[in-house]
């Protein structure tokens, strides 16, 4: 069976994590928008890479303040991850309105989620300008998780966290199957 060649898309990268990124200051004004477009770019030091659309209300609080939360999330936020992500929170407040709870933070001023699995608090480092989205590049400046649900050695025990992934538009799937590659 051959390839077919379909209008250039990035769906064929999906499905991906989808996170709450929560942007702001505690105590001023504070945003939180899903996000699947997330990933690792360096180990020395910790960095991580989030693309948000630059007419986002996320965006300008990124630009004014510099900091964010990525909230690693699982399938009993579906819901909450769908409403943050399909409403705007300029001139409303998105955290109340959605009856997310936040966790103080520790090394930023922005809060984390205290229903996600894992709150990374990250401070930008640099960003790069493409098409429509800003891709900010961050330290990571500390890192919780839930440690019923992840193993140091291993990280997420997957029988446990049904980690929250978008395929497209309401869809969502959770990992369903572990695959070990024997050794040889």
């Not at 180990?43 to 659309?53: F, M, Q």
């Not at 986002?56 to 009993?76: K, M, P, Q, S």
């Not at 001023?109 to 894992?118: K, Q």
Request: aromatic share 8%.
């Amino acid at each position: 069976m051959g390839f077919k060649e379909i209008e250039p898309s990035y769906k064929p990268l999906h499905p991906r994590p989808v996170y709450l990124i929560v942007s702001g200051r505690m105590g001023e004004r504070l945003n939180v928008m899903a996000a699947s477009w997330v990933m690792p770019v360096s180990e020395e030091p910790l960095r991580i890479a989030i693309a948000v659309e630059r007419d986002a209300y996320t965006f300008d609080l990124i630009e004014e303040y510099g900091e964010f939360t990525v909230n690693v999330v699982d399938h009993r936020l579906i819901e909450k991850v769908w409403r943050a992500g399909t409403m705007s929170g300029r001139g409303r407040d998105k955290i109340r309105e959605i009856g997310l709870e936040l966790e103080d933070p520790l090394k930023t001023r922005v809060p984390g989620v205290r229903e996600a699995l894992a709150i990374i608090e990250c401070k930008v480092w640099s960003h790069v300008d493409s098409g429509e989205v800003r891709l900010y590049v961050a330290d990571v400046l500390s890192v919780r998780v839930k440690p019923e649900y992840y193993n140091e050695r291993y990280g997420w025990d997957i029988r446990k966290a049904n980690i929250l992934m978008h395929l497209t538009g309401r869809a969502f799937t959770v990992p369903g199957k572990l695959l070990v590659v024997r050794r040889q």
